[in-house]
């Protein structure tokens, strides 16, 4: 069975500080990468995801992750966080369990960061 | 940008008592999913959905519980008979053609059960 692993449940930075939250999955197959955010009160929201092709992928708010085969790991990064970053974020995974027809994501613990002003 | 809705927001049911989620999924996608998230822990899936039919479920998703795409539109989970441990926060997504195709997530429901 897949599993995600978020190695921090929790980050505080300051406003600039560097971001890089760490994801380890499990599962030995072909797999699609997903990194979802969950800002205060509001649904999940699809950050960036990585099918196949350039292992480094660019999301939306100036996030991007580095998919590394040999690591089994996915890392989120932002070079410069906000305030308005402060939210949850949820590494996840899907692999093809059945042949078509369906793609459960498993998802990871969460961490969530706290930016500071 | 289109989007899942769920109702309602927040349920508080009696222990035994059957209750319906109820999730509107993005009108062309054709794939749903439910999943739950206790407080404090992962979201998990439950089942996903397509073609009329249930294609994988977990191991979570017992007798108790059952879904129904009702109507061209709704897509609903069933708790038959409520449990304390069924308190959670369950969220429907929908995806599109082709498994691999982001999932998109309502704002989910907070089931209480007393």
């Known amino acids: 069975a897949q599993s995600v692993s978020q190695h921090n449940h929790h980050v505080i930075l300051s406003e600039a500080a560097s971001l890089e939250l760490g994801c380890n999955y499990s599962?030995?197959?072909?797999?699609?990468l997903f990194w979802y955010v969950q800002y205060p009160g509001q649904h999940l929201q699809l950050l960036l995801k990585?099918?196949?092709?350039?292992?480094l992928v660019k999301g939306i708010k100036g996030f991007e992750a580095e998919f590394i085969k040999s690591k089994f790991s996915f890392n989120l990064r932002k070079p410069s966080v906000q305030w308005s970053d402060t939210a949850e974020y949820f590494c996840?995974?899907?692999?093809?369990?059945?042949?078509?027809?369906?793609?459960?994501?498993?998802f990871g613990k969460g961490t969530k960061l706290s930016v500071i002003p | 940008e289109p989007e899942v809705t769920q109702t309602p927001s927040h349920q508080v049911t009696q222990m035994g008592q059957e209750v319906i989620l109820r999730c509107v999924p993005i009108?062309?996608?054709?794939?749903f999913y439910w999943y739950r998230q206790i407080l404090g822990q992962k979201v998990e899936f439950l089942v996903s959905?397509?073609?009329?039919?249930?294609?994988?479920k977990s191991e979570i998703f017992d007798d108790q519980f059952s879904v129904e795409r009702p109507d061209g539109s709704n897509f609903t989970l069933k708790i038959r008979s409520t449990k304390l441990e069924d308190s959670a926060m369950y969220f429907c997504?929908?995806?599109?053609?082709?498994?691999?195709?982001?999932?998109?997530f309502g704002d989910g429901t907070r089931l209480s059960i007393l």
């Open positions: 997504a929908s995806s599109g053609e082709g498994g691999n195709q982001p999932q998109h």
């Open positions: 599962y030995g197959g072909t797999v699609n």
């Open positions: 996840a995974v899907t692999g093809p369990l059945s042949g078509a027809g369906s793609y459960q994501l498993t």
């Open positions: 990585y099918f196949s092709g350039d292992p």
């Open positions: 959905f397509y073609n009329n039919e249930i294609s994988e």
């Open positions: 009108s062309n996608h054709l794939y």
